[in-house]
């Protein structure tokens, strides 16, 4: 399969999606709702919905399946960029190539804004017309809700922010890794297989990629911050650094760094051989995810 | 009955009840807990969870059916006075007699915590040991994230931002505050009734009453900010005039407000005569809201 083709395709098919269930409106709230479809269409790579619906197909699914839970999580994930990019907390004056939204709608549109989305994205997960049955959905929302909650995401965002300028062992970097992104990665995997009707033992493998991915995929992150240009990256580079934050290179060194990413794609492919081709997909993102440029 | 009696001993079914969804914890997050707890065990009135337990049993449910529920609901509240009252936003200093989040963690913790709190919320709701069907679940889970986000509770907190310092109209009011205050006590009213098993005529009623309760409730609270004093209220008051925001008073003046609230309570109160005397506490709960001093 040609890789580019596969994500563009995707990409493109998330991408509608997402404008169906994010509308234009007019009134009192239209200015909200301009701030939660800026960010949202800032161009990202959509990375979380594309693994969702590779999940879903390999485990037998149609990836149509899980489309409205991967519209659910890209909107989490952007709220999560939003609140990161805030002065308050990270200070970022691009995102994706473009002014982060702050700095675009001011901070309290921003803050509302993020909210929004991380509402919305559970308006999306309990609508009544889904393709499996209520008990899923239930299980569905509750990953969702628990991989971006104080134990996973959020946490992990508050133990970033307490390492900083901190002298960081790896067991810490890793604690945030797992929460800060890993948790969101791993629950996008689980949530595909499950709408896909994934069966317990396959739904285990999917998770055990999606430890092993979600984690090489922060390592990789961390390098690009070191490694890349802010024209590849579309944002501002060395922030970590000049921060002090706690990040794999930082701890471990940059070839070490890469060495650990290697190591964890390996380990998360093994995790696919009993999907044969239908996993290809996963297999070829999760090369990706260690040596892309952005 | 005595309401006041009534409403403590709710207070404390449901304190008890949050102490044992939000646990204290040890390590890297351990402050992201504490800010979450903080604000809600500063010692709020309980309302929205109290009128979901009262609806619960005018339907004739027990109570008991609806406290996960109730738990969800508070924490989804306590988030949105989290963010309300950030610099960005309202810039408060006080809420409920103590400093607000923010002045006690720093902004990036108070942005944090509430994320987390509407999170949790979610996480609650979706959790698999509930009395009722998964059915009855993903339509709880799907009135608590319309009613919070960008057509319920945080767009009316915008529409609340557009209208500051503008020559409002009624109608703006009440669009601010059906959206702002209403959807969420709405809400709550809605799934109390979910959980107590009510039919599609009883939660007709109660939705009704819901309605006009949650509007006299916010223009009551229009009424404090202007007739109370900061030691009865716990937080500053007169800001709302300070900043032009867009009350009932302010378009419609004291009297006139005094007048719609006592006409909510009435037109609310007829959508009970159904329910007897299950209704009662929700007949004096409606009262209260008009007639608090605090």
Same mark, same amino acid.
């Given at each position: 399969?040609?890789?580019?083709?596969?994500?563009?395709?995707?990409?493109?098919?998330?991408?509608?999606?997402?404008?169906?269930?994010?509308?234009?409106?007019?009134?009192?709230?239209?200015?909200?709702?301009?701030?939660?479809?800026?960010?949202?269409?800032?161009?990202?790579?959509?990375?979380?919905?594309?693994?969702?619906?590779?999940?879903?197909?390999?485990?037998?699914?149609?990836?149509?399946?899980?489309?409205?839970?991967?519209?659910?999580?890209?909107?989490?994930?952007?709220?999560?960029?939003?609140?990161?990019?805030?002065?308050?907390?990270?200070?970022?004056?691009?995102?994706?190539?473009?002014?982060?939204?702050?700095?675009?709608?001011?901070?309290?549109? @921003?803050?509302?804004?993020?909210?929004?989305?991380?509402?919305?994205?559970?308006?999306?997960?309990?609508?009544?017309?889904?393709?499996?049955?209520?008990?899923?959905?239930?299980?569905?929302?509750?990953?969702?809700?628990?991989?971006?909650?104080?134990?996973?995401?959020?946490?992990?965002?508050?133990?970033?922010?307490?390492?900083?300028?901190?002298?960081?062992?790896?067991?810490?970097?890793?604690?945030?890794?797992?929460?800060?992104?890993?948790?969101?990665?791993?629950?996008?995997?689980?949530?595909?297989?499950?709408?896909?009707?994934?069966?317990?033992?396959?739904?285990?493998?999917?998770?055990?990629?999606?430890?092993?991915?979600?984690? @090489?995929?922060?390592?990789?992150?961390?390098?690009?911050?070191?490694?890349?240009?802010?024209?590849?990256?579309?944002?501002?580079?060395?922030?970590?650094?000049?921060?002090?934050?706690?990040?794999?290179?930082?701890?471990?060194?940059?070839?070490?760094?890469?060495?650990?990413?290697?190591?964890?794609?390996?380990?998360?492919?093994?995790?696919?051989?009993?999907?044969?081709?239908?996993?290809?997909?996963?297999?070829?993102?999760?090369?990706?995810?260690?040596?892309?440029?952005?």
């Amino acid at each position: 399969m040609d890789l580019q083709k596969y994500l563009l395709k995707q990409q493109q098919y998330i991408e509608s999606a997402l404008q169906e269930v994010l509308p234009q409106i007019e009134g009192p709230t239209a200015q909200l709702l301009k701030a939660m479809r800026y960010s949202v269409f800032a161009g990202g790579k959509r990375l979380r919905p594309i693994l969702m619906l590779a999940a879903c197909e390999a485990v037998g699914g149609e990836s149509q399946q899980a489309l409205k839970s991967a519209c659910a999580l890209e909107m989490i994930h952007t709220y999560s960029l939003i609140h990161d990019d805030l002065p308050a907390m990270d200070d970022d004056n691009f995102r994706r190539g473009v002014p982060t939204n702050h700095k675009v709608f001011g901070d309290a549109i @921003a803050i509302l804004a993020g909210d929004g989305l991380l509402t919305e994205a559970f308006c999306l997960l309990s609508q009544p017309d889904q393709a499996f049955g209520a008990q899923t959905q239930l299980q569905i929302i509750n990953i969702a809700a628990t991989a971006s909650g104080w134990n996973g995401m959020v946490g992990g965002q508050v133990a970033d922010m307490v390492a900083e300028g901190q002298d960081n062992s790896i067991a810490t970097v890793d604690f945030i890794h797992k929460h800060k992104t890993g948790a969101l990665i791993l629950a996008s995997l689980q949530i595909g297989a499950l709408c896909g009707g994934s069966n317990p033992e396959q739904l285990k493998h999917i998770s055990d990629f999606g430890h092993s991915a979600g984690l @090489a995929f922060q390592i990789a992150d961390d390098l690009l911050d070191i490694e890349s240009s802010q024209e590849q990256l579309g944002k501002d580079i060395g922030r970590d650094q000049q921060r002090g934050k706690a990040t794999y290179p930082a701890v471990a060194g940059v070839d070490e760094s890469h060495r650990r990413a290697e190591q964890l794609h390996a380990q998360a492919i093994t995790q696919l051989d009993s999907f044969g081709d239908a996993a290809e997909p996963l297999r070829q993102i999760s090369a990706y995810i260690i040596n892309r440029k952005q």
